[in-house]
């Protein structure tokens, strides 16, 4: 048998956990959505963040295109009403709506999609590890939490099957797979922005969240499911609060 030289030993360990079996790209997407704790007890040290960020926002990108005019006339309706409830006068308001106009026109807005993706997995990446190296008493790095996040981020894959063709249909962004169907043209904004956070692929997201954040910081799901909602309703509800000032809110 051959002698093995020194500088052939492996200097580090397998990024992933150790006693975890290590995925590749497709098996990590796959068990993303039939056993994700597989798929974050597999995310290492690396920049695979990168890739799927590119992905997310590839995807996103290619949502949107079919559907730019109805988003284009629902932001407009929401900068209307905004307008409204600031009593600005109409010969300011043309102004408004040749710039929203003008911004959805302009190519370079798509840039917008990639930039405010990378912002939020960096931000809610910082958000999820001090809950779970802090608040929960676990131990994991920043970059594995970016990574396990950035996975979260894969559910714009379902969320785009199921909702451009609802609102392609039906030619309106009113399209809700959740607690917005019980809203109306009477509800309140704050009552209504609220009400149309908790649908589907929100939660789907939230607690995939909890479950990176309970197997990459060695914690109890459950315990790590309750922290990451409670940081999630609190944004939820200065979103509606934002609403109910009447602050046009990105779409």
Known sequence: ??????????????????????????????????????TFASVGRNHEWVILWILASLIS??????????????????????????????????????????????PKYLLFVPATLLVALLIVSGILLFLGNIILGGDTSYLRMLNA?????????????????????????????????LTSADTGPFLKKLLSSFELFALWQVWLSSVAVGVLAGVQTSKAFWAVFVIWLIWVMAQSGLAALGIPLGM
């Open 1 to 38: 048998m051959e002698e093995m030289d020194a500088t052939s030993i492996p200097t580090q360990l397998p990024e992933g956990d150790s006693d975890a079996p290590q995925l590749g790209f497709l098996g990590k997407l796959w068990n993303l959505f039939v056993d994700p704790k597989k």
């Open 61 to 106: 990108i290619g949502s949107f295109m079919p559907i730019k005019a109805i988003v284009k006339e629902a932001r407009l309706d929401q900068v209307e009403e905004y307008l409204e409830a600031q009593n600005v006068p109409e010969e300011r308001r043309e102004e408004f709506r040749d710039g929203v106009r003008r911004q959805f026109d302009d």
């Open 149 to 181: 996040y950035a996975w979260t981020g894969l559910i714009v894959i379902p969320a785009t099957i199921v909702t451009i063709p609802l609102v392609m249909a039906k030619g309106s962004m009113d399209v809700s797979i959740g607690l917005g169907v």
